[in-house]
């Protein structure tokens, strides 16, 4: 009995030493096959999980009209046009400014080259003078004078600078010819956008009421109709909190630039504005625009480093002291999970995935919690120290 019982052990030892591997291999194919379908269907969900976060966003102030008796599709054309509208025009503002600067960016970057090497080749010429002041003087002799040695250092620099100069140049070409390909594609996806944020708010409640009422999948139906709400007010508080503090930094940083007689100091607060959606990267990527932007109206002087220095002023301000305290540590993420969610989202659905991770993975974080599964990885999202 004892053997026959040691037999079954075994062969149930067998049997899960088989299965394990099977279903480690399952999962990871299934993974890859999710990451295969993001990856390859970006140009369709990008505007699908914008137009959702949008109409999350827009819905509560859609229910308040139409309990004022004003109808869905008169309330959502309405706050739809309310939300263009300030885009519109910052867009047209714009428009002039960025159209120069794509102009300007080849013929700046050899400018700023050109001023490295001639600052480089007089570095190089005293040097070259000290060390032949210190070496004790060669006789030349007679033969010595027919040595063709020694190549002229301007005729160096102006091969140097005409190289630099075509490599700029095949640059700024390839960037203009992607965005040529990208820019219908862009401007397809806004449209898209903009006609399923619509059909959203007003025919979504409907079909989300159906849904929950009707289908035998939701077993709790009051308890998903309340998480929905909960997960709803958060998000939207999150959005419009982060959107007024981002905002506010790209008023305040056109506001000190102008102060300071910088050009085109709208566009830089822009800039500025829309990077700060993304965590710590947005911020060192602001930074590296606002050096150049200074290295172009001062040249290499101190007065380069003003536009930069103004914008990690008050952005040490903003996220040191203005988010966390507006927020709260409802909202913190362990910064590393962000750093690795940008990467991923990124790299999956390239720029507009970088702007919208954010808010996707605090959407996420939120129903996690509202409906209390995973509390380990909750805790894991949350630790900071």
Not at 121 to 137: G, T
Not at 317 to 345: F, K, Y
């Amino acid at each position: 009995m004892g053997e026959q019982v040691s037999t079954m052990e075994n062969t149930d030892r067998k049997r899960r030493s088989h299965q394990f591997p099977l279903h480690v291999s399952l999962t990871i194919l299934v993974t890859l096959g999710v990451l295969y379908t993001l990856y390859f269907a970006q140009t369709l969900l990008i505007p699908v999980v914008f137009a959702g976060f949008v109409a999350l966003l827009l819905n509560p102030l859609v229910h308040k009209l139409e309990a004022m008796f004003i109808p869905r599709i008169i309330s959502s054309c309405l706050l739809l046009s309310l939300l263009i509208a300030p885009f519109t025009v910052l867009f047209i503002e714009l428009a002039e400014p960025v159209q120069r600067w794509m102009k300007m960016v080849p013929k700046m970057s050899v400018h700023i080259t050109q001023q490295i090497d001639d600052m480089n080749n007089a570095f190089e010429q005293e040097k070259a003078a000290v060390k032949q002041a210190a070496e004790p003087p060669v006789e030349k002799g007679f033969f010595d004078w027919f040595g063709d040695d020694v190549e002229p250092l301007a005729e160096k620099s102006e091969d140097a600078s005409s190289v630099v100069e075509e490599k700029f140049k095949q640059s700024s070409v390839e960037l203009a010819m992607t965005l040529l390909k990208s820019g219908p594609i862009f401007i397809a996806q806004i449209l898209g956008c903009m006609v399923l944020i619509l059909f959203l708010l007003i025919f979504g409640p409907p079909l989300f009421h159906v849904f929950v009422q009707d289908f035998p999948v939701v077993k709790n139906k009051r308890r998903v109709t309340l998480l929905v709400k909960r997960v709803q007010k958060a998000l939207s508080r999150y959005i419009v909190t982060i959107t007024l503090i981002n905002s506010l930094l790209g008023i305040a940083t056109a506001g000190v630039l102008t102060a300071f007689n910088i050009d085109d100091a709208i566009l830089w607060g822009a800039i500025v504005g829309v990077f700060n959606f993304v965590p710590y990267v947005g911020s060192i990527f602001s930074l590296s625009v606002l050096l150049i932007v200074g290295l172009v109206q001062f040249g290499v002087t101190g007065m380069a480093l003003l536009p930069s220095a103004v914008f990690l002023g008050l952005n040490i301000l903003e996220s040191q002291v203005i988010t966390p305290a507006v927020l709260g540590s409802s909202m913190q993420v362990n910064p590393l999970i962000i750093i690795l969610w940008l990467l991923v989202t990124g790299w999956l659905w390239g720029i507009m995935g970088v702007l919208i991770a954010v808010p996707l993975f605090v959407c996420v974080k939120l129903a996690l919690a509202e409906m209390n599964v995973f509390p380990h990885w909750i805790k894991l999202i949350e630790a900071r120290k």
